[in-house]
């Protein structure tokens, strides 16, 4: 089921316009990591040709990853919009590999990281405890801020980003009216306008840039000297493979298999209004895409991939999520692989302009991470392990002089925030879980108003084992309607609750002495409630069956069970 607020769902085709211009906003979107790969590539000193070699390959790999992610049959693909494009969880161990030992080990250790990837992607399924969504939530949030540093100076026209004697006051002006632009839209725009809030906002920056003088002297010339078609070749290097770089590539992988995790659970979220916990057999499925994409990352020359939070992003604030628009995506980044001019158009958008499209898309990725988080119950185990880990995230991004003398194989993580979060929360959640306990018994009497104490308990169990706000609330109220049965005179003595919680399912257990519960399918009407003595017990015993997912009565020698399933 698609949220209403959605105008094409996942299963939704739009027209072949809207299409067009759907999957042209969200080439767009990716536009601000193809900027981020050149600059990681100049830091390593590769050629130019080298650099547009890899970075057109880096199309083909992302364009054949969109289209292979948004199948939904067979082994691999998740059948959502969920784009691979540049990975910043593998930036510092690029800049390690290719700075260090140069393009053929890059390219080498990529291949490796992909296999990595496909391999923890296949083993997802049977370590889903190591990804509950309080862990997802932290990346997913860590992911956003991990983007601000690229954004905020391109936005706000830090001289480092504009070409020499450009004026900041003017770049700034470009990129405040890019970013409200693209609000604007969002908030008060109708048709079209609602649906490409980004591309309306890239088209009015430009236009604006434009009026300005803000459009960097060499960016025109540097269009038209490219040709109008030109066959994408790979880079100019073999393999290699450096022992020492394995550990350092593992990490990333898991810090990626995570982020990835967190983006498909995203998709997973946004296109069902039911939505309660992740779905993993097709977060496998997703993941087994990516890790398949850096295989061929590696194969083609070009660096590592994973899910586009961005184009997530981008996605839940246009309402178009239909996985048809992956394929227009895809289509259209193969297409830009083999039209030099246009990859040259997209590279060449002024920074304030790239600027303003990751902040807009880093605000929704950041609030979305921390809706995951507070859509469960936090006792302080798990706020300790969410708070720790985005500290010490933080701490790096903020900080990073503080890790200057850590030991040299952990340096690739503490150098990305997202992974450093990511390895924090890992490893806290695991020791938080120690001594933890997912049962619970609780002894009531039947006379009492039990209301208050069985809801205190329910928080303080449910906090405890990170359960659904929603499943704990349905389950004290099926509880109470257990408990306003068995008042009627139906049992006597002390009445035991034991609760049990495996992820999936909440189960009660309430055992007492005296007569069983009956269970009725059809609301009792007035009469029955006003004239029939059983008419309350009735009227409980129907509505059990309302909140819960499953009831059943069973006795045994001596005691009557009312057995209760709730879904988490």
Not at 223 to 239: L, Q
Request: hydrophobic share 50%; with cysteine.
């Amino acid at each position: 089921m698609k949220p209403t607020t959605l105008t094409y769902g996942v299963d939704d085709t739009p027209p072949l316009l809207e299409l067009a211009s759907l999957g042209l906003q969200q080439v767009l979107m990716g536009a601000a990591g193809w900027v981020m790969m050149a600059t990681v590539l100049a830091t390593l000193s590769v050629s130019l040709l080298d650099t547009q070699s890899m970075l057109r390959m880096g199309m083909i790999v992302t364009g054949l990853g969109a289209m292979l992610q948004a199948n939904r049959r067979g082994p691999v693909g998740s059948g959502y919009l969920c784009p691979p494009i540049i990975a910043p969880a593998f930036f510092s161990t690029t800049i390690l590999a290719g700075g260090g030992f140069g393009l053929a080990t890059l390219f080498g250790m990529t291949t490796v990281a992909g296999a990595i990837e496909v391999v923890l992607a296949r083993l997802l399924p049977r370590i889903r405890f190591l990804f509950p969504p309080e862990v997802i939530g932290v990346v997913m949030v860590m992911v956003g801020i991990a983007v601000l540093p690229t954004g905020f100076p391109r936005l706000l026209a830090d001289p480092a980003t504009l070409s020499a004697g450009a004026d900041q006051g003017r770049n700034v002006a470009v990129g405040i009216v890019t970013l409200a632009t693209m609000t604007g839209c969002t908030v008060w725009g109708r048709g079209l306008v609602k649906l490409l809030p980004l591309l309306v906002g890239i088209f009015t920056g430009v236009a604006a840039a434009l009026a300005l003088g803000c459009v960097p002297p060499t960016a025109l010339p540097s269009i038209m000297n490219e040709p109008w078609i030109g066959w994408p070749h790979r880079a100019v290097s073999g393999f290699a493979f450096e022992w020492s770089l394995l550990l350092p590539f593992t990490i990333a992988c898991v810090a990626s298999s995570l982020k990835n995790v967190g983006d498909l659970t995203m998709c997973q979220k946004i296109n069902d209004s039911d939505w309660k916990r992740t779905d993993m057999a097709s977060v496998s499925r997703g993941a087994s895409v990516l890790g398949i994409v850096n295989i061929a990352s590696g194969l083609l020359g070009t660096v590592s991939h994973n899910a586009s939070s961005s184009n997530i992003g981008l996605a839940v604030a246009s309402g178009a999520t239909s996985r048809s628009i992956a394929y227009s995506f895809g289509a259209l980044m193969v297409l830009c692989a083999f039209l030099p001019k246009v990859a040259a158009t997209i590279t060449a958008l002024p920074p304030p302009i790239t600027g303003a499209a990751v902040i807009y898309c880093a605000c929704f990725m950041m609030l979305a991470g921390i809706q995951l988080l507070t859509s469960r119950l936090l006792d302080t185990r798990r706020i300790l392990m969410a708070g720790c880990a985005l500290a010490f995230g933080l701490s790096a991004g903020l900080m990073p002089h503080l890790y200057v003398n850590a030991p040299h194989f952990l340096k690739p993580i503490l150098n990305s925030p997202v992974s450093f979060s990511a390895l924090v929360a890992l490893v806290l959640n695991y020791l938080m879980q120690l001594g933890n306990t997912r049962r619970c018994r609780l002894t009531l009497t039947a006379a009492e108003d039990n209301y208050a104490t069985l809801r205190d308990a329910m928080l303080e169990f449910g906090a405890s084992v990170g359960a659904r706000k929603e499943a704990i609330t349905a389950a004290t109220e099926s509880l109470h309607h257990v408990m306003e049965s068995l008042a009627t005179g139906l049992a006597s003595g002390e009445i035991t609750v034991d609760i049990a919680f495996d992820e999936y399912h909440l189960d009660l257990d309430v055992s007492y002495q005296g007569q069983a519960i009956e269970l009725v399918k059809t609301r009792p009407d007035r009469n029955t409630l006003l004239n029939d003595p059983t008419g309350l017990a009735k009227l409980s015993g129907w509505l059990l069956g309302q909140r819960a997912d499953r009831v059943r009565i069973k006795t045994d020698a001596d005691r009557c069970h009312v057995l209760l399933r709730l879904t988490n």
